[in-house]
């Protein structure tokens, strides 16, 4: 397999005979310009005698009109001491030529063309034979570039992953990179080593079950293959290996180089005393003046607390309890299911202004900020909705003549029809582009009329629907 490659030798013609003992003026003049896609006759002092083009490209750059000059001046001045250096070799008896790549000037940027330059007799003229390199150039722009582009890449790869082994070696919670497969650990980060008490790296290469005391392995072993077969697969408690307490174990699924992984995360047990403030968390909740609710995934209410059943116009909580959100909030089957979906893309929106109808008829708008939760029969959303009827009929009107902004127009969602926002827009540019007609024409409004391409009634009738009839004076 490892051959020696030989280096790589000229040879010439051996069988003299064979060649043809002289050949006529026509046939050599083809030959020569068929070699290469420009061919240069040369005087002996590099005065160029006659040109051949075959490369098409190459017509279009004035090479005719080289003949006559001297080859030196064709070229850029950084080129003119390999064009002496070829007509000196080339005039040596008996000396080798070889390929030498020289820049000619040209409207669109430079050509680069490699010429070998040979004695024609023994008269001292020569010839120049030229292959136009342009596409070997571009050819290796775009592997530079290329390869640029990788080491970019390959930079950015570097530093992320350097942030990344960064979080996993200072994280403060045990986290295990297991092998779906073979359920043996790939990785563990320094905090899985403490709380097992193992030496660093002791548990890498070892099964995952170690981590669990004897009787609870197989429950850990069920609860990955439930973790790759399903979602929302509840955390699992764990009586932890060498009597070292339970520990709640979740893992989530990921490929990586097409290998299937778990990353698997252990929290300690929450101790008792971690749950001395739920009553009073309660009564807060309870108390808290913007309504919340907690809803389950299937969207059905778990729990609310006073201000959201005074909002939603029930006669207690009871009668919440159970029933679906979307039965009051926003416009039905849409305005919730969009929020969910950002919940379970995102973790939580921010301040969605919509409506919350009442039991008894009413409307109110609102602004709602949700989070996602894992909850102990898996995902659960908390939504707190804040009243705003009261800031908006309070906050100034906005005057006709002013154009509203984005967040003003978005705004208008869930408050009016997308028809009725369309037709306030398209009025409000109307009306804006009149005035800049007539304020362009001073006033007049033939004037304005062909300038906004529209005829002299319809502009009068649109300066009477807009209230403009008394902005201009005269039709002159």
Same mark, same amino acid.
């Given at each position: 397999?490892?051959?020696?490659?030989?280096?790589?030798?000229?040879?010439?013609?051996?069988?003299?005979?064979?060649?043809?003992?002289?050949?006529?003026?026509?046939?050599?003049?083809?030959?020569?310009?068929?070699?290469?896609?420009?061919?240069?006759?040369?005087?002996?002092?590099?005065?160029?005698?006659?040109?051949?083009?075959?490369?098409?490209?190459?017509?279009?750059?004035?090479?005719?009109?080289?003949?006559?000059? #001297?080859?030196?001046? %064709?070229?850029?001045?950084?080129?003119?001491?390999?064009?002496?250096?070829?007509?000196?070799?080339?005039?040596?008896?008996?000396? %080798?030529?070889?390929?030498?790549?020289?820049?000619?000037?040209?409207?669109?940027?430079?050509?680069?063309?490699?010429?070998?330059?040979?004695?024609?007799?023994?008269?001292?003229?020569?010839?120049?034979?030229?292959?136009?390199?342009?596409?070997?150039?571009?050819?290796?722009?775009?592997?530079?570039?290329?390869?640029?582009?990788?080491?970019?890449?390959?930079?950015?790869?570097?530093?992320?992953? %350097?942030?990344?082994?960064?979080?996993?070696?200072?994280?403060?919670?045990?986290?295990?990179?297991?092998?779906?497969?073979?359920?043996?650990?790939?990785?563990?980060?320094?905090?899985?080593?403490?709380?097992?008490?193992?030496?660093?790296?002791?548990?890498?290469?070892?099964?995952?079950?170690?981590?669990?005391?004897?009787?609870?392995?197989?429950?850990? +072993?069920?609860?990955?293959? #439930?973790?790759?077969?399903?979602?929302?697969?509840?955390?699992?408690?764990?009586?932890?290996?060498?009597?070292?307490?339970?520990?709640?174990?979740?893992?989530?699924?990921?490929?990586?180089?097409?290998?299937?992984?778990?990353?698997?995360?252990?929290?300690?047990?929450?101790? #008792?005393?971690?749950?001395?403030?739920?009553?009073?968390?309660?009564?807060? +909740?309870?108390?808290?003046?913007?309504?919340?609710?907690?809803?389950?995934?299937?969207?059905?209410?778990?729990?609310?607390?006073?201000?959201?059943?005074?909002?939603?116009?029930?006669?207690?909580?009871?009668?919440?309890?159970?029933?679906?959100?979307?039965?009051?909030?926003?416009?039905?089957?849409?305005?919730?299911?969009?929020?969910?979906?950002?919940?379970?893309?995102?973790?939580?929106?921010?301040?969605?202004?919509?409506?919350?109808?009442?039991?008894?008829?009413?409307?109110?708008?609102?602004?709602?900020?949700?989070?996602?939760?894992?909850?102990?029969?898996?995902?659960?959303?908390?939504?707190?909705?804040?009243?705003?009827?009261?800031?908006?009929?309070?906050?100034?009107?906005?005057?006709?003549?002013?154009?509203?902004?984005?967040?003003?127009? %978005?705004?208008?969602?869930?408050?009016?029809?997308?028809?009725?926002?369309?037709?306030?827009?398209?009025?409000?540019?109307?009306?804006?582009?009149?005035?800049?007609?007539? #304020?362009?024409?001073?006033?007049?409004?033939?004037?304005?009329?062909?300038?906004?391409?529209?005829?002299?009634?319809?502009?009068?009738?649109?300066?009477?629907?807009?209230?403009?009839?008394?902005?201009?004076?005269?039709?002159?």
């Amino acid at each position: 397999m490892n051959k020696q490659i030989a280096p790589a030798r000229h040879s010439a013609f051996t069988r003299t005979d064979a060649v043809p003992a002289a050949l006529d003026a026509g046939v050599a003049a083809g030959l020569l310009a068929a070699v290469g896609d420009v061919a240069l006759i040369l005087s002996g002092e590099g005065r160029i005698l006659d040109v051949a083009v075959s490369n098409g490209e190459l017509s279009h750059h004035g090479l005719d009109a080289w003949v006559g000059e #001297a080859w030196a001046e %064709t070229v850029t001045p950084e080129s003119r001491t390999k064009v002496a250096e070829m007509i000196a070799d080339a005039a040596v008896p008996g000396s %080798t030529a070889r390929w030498r790549q020289v820049n000619h000037p040209a409207a669109g940027g430079d050509v680069p063309i490699r010429y070998l330059v040979m004695a024609l007799g023994s008269d001292g003229r020569l010839v120049a034979i030229g292959r136009d390199m342009r596409g070997a150039a571009q050819m290796q722009q775009r592997l530079l570039q290329a390869q640029q582009s990788l080491e970019r890449d390959y930079i950015r790869l570097r530093q992320a992953e %350097t942030r990344y082994r960064l979080l996993f070696e200072t994280a403060s919670e045990p986290v295990l990179i297991v092998d779906a497969g073979t359920r043996r650990i790939r990785e563990a980060n320094p905090a899985a080593h403490r709380l097992l008490g193992v030496a660093e790296g002791a548990l890498v290469g070892e099964p995952i079950h170690i981590l669990a005391a004897p009787v609870a392995r197989d429950s850990l +072993v069920a609860y990955l293959g #439930a973790v790759e077969a399903a979602d929302d697969v509840p955390a699992l408690s764990l009586d932890l290996a060498g009597d070292r307490g339970n520990a709640t174990v979740s893992a989530r699924p990921f490929r990586q180089a097409r290998a299937p992984l778990l990353l698997v995360r252990i929290a300690d047990a929450a101790p #008792a005393d971690r749950h001395r403030h739920d009553g009073t968390l309660s009564d807060v +909740v309870e108390r808290m003046p913007d309504a919340f609710v907690l809803i389950d995934r299937n969207l059905e209410i778990l729990t609310a607390n006073a201000a959201f059943v005074d909002l939603a116009e029930a006669p207690s909580a009871e009668r919440v309890v159970g029933a679906r959100l979307g039965h009051w909030l926003g416009r039905p089957g849409i305005d919730l299911e969009l929020m969910v979906a950002q919940l379970r893309e995102h973790g939580q929106v921010r301040n969605v202004a919509t409506i919350l109808r009442g039991s008894a008829g009413g409307e109110e708008a609102i602004e709602v900020s949700a989070v996602l939760a894992p909850g102990p029969s898996g995902e659960c959303f908390g939504f707190t909705l804040r009243s705003v009827g009261r800031r908006l009929r309070d906050a100034p009107a906005i005057p006709r003549d002013l154009p509203r902004s984005v967040e003003q127009l %978005t705004g208008l969602v869930g408050r009016m029809s997308l028809k009725d926002i369309v037709r306030e827009s398209t009025d409000l540019i109307e009306r804006l582009c009149i005035e800049a007609a007539l #304020a362009y024409t001073a006033d007049n409004r033939a004037s304005a009329a062909e300038i906004l391409g529209v005829s002299r009634q319809s502009l009068y009738s649109k300066l009477h629907r807009h209230g403009l009839g008394n902005l201009v004076s005269s039709d002159d």
